[in-house]
């Protein structure tokens, strides 16, 4: 495995509903799309898979090297409305748009105008390759045209990167694991993200860190 670097270049602003995006879990995504095929679009919406794909990143203890997102340039989160309705072919006051399915209500995105994106793994440079050019949007939103991606690089670099860069934690790392740690908090830090035995006191992303 190589230390590699991959660089999103955006189209559109990014759309998120956690401060970073998992590097990992985005290629454990796309893996699981790729196993599973067309019943990948028919799984239950709130029944969480056992287990996740295996995925072509180097583990060091049980963490991914495998960093979060860099957005680029830096800049505050913002803020975008829209009003959802629907414009149905109903008689007038036949069809209610004051509750259930046709109801219109306004949403809130949050966003980050970035124009690209910067992850730091060790992993196999031409299946992560592979693999991330089957991504076409990154973030959430990407129904209404958030996170749209014009094009990814890939390259091989000299440093591993994926957990810590220049002193600075590049993902969650459980405290456990670190002799210094400047921040911590109870966060996950590997996939499955939604489950809560992935969950461990760490050192925040882009917090000091000094590695056992």
Known sequence: MEPLEIVFYLQTPISLGFPWIFFDSLIAHVRLREELGERYYSLPTKIPLGGVPDIPIKRWHDVPVASVSIFEPSAELHTFSYFKHGDFPFPKGKISRASGFFKDFYLKAVYVPAVRVRFYATGELREVERLVRLVPALGKERNIGFGFIR????????????LVKDGVAMRPIPVKYLKVYEDAT????????WSKHSVDLCAIPFTRVELL
């Open 151 to 162: 094009k990814v690089e890939v390259r091989e670099i000299e440093h591993e990167w994926g």
């Open 186 to 193: 109870y966060m996950a830090y590997k996939p499955p993200y």
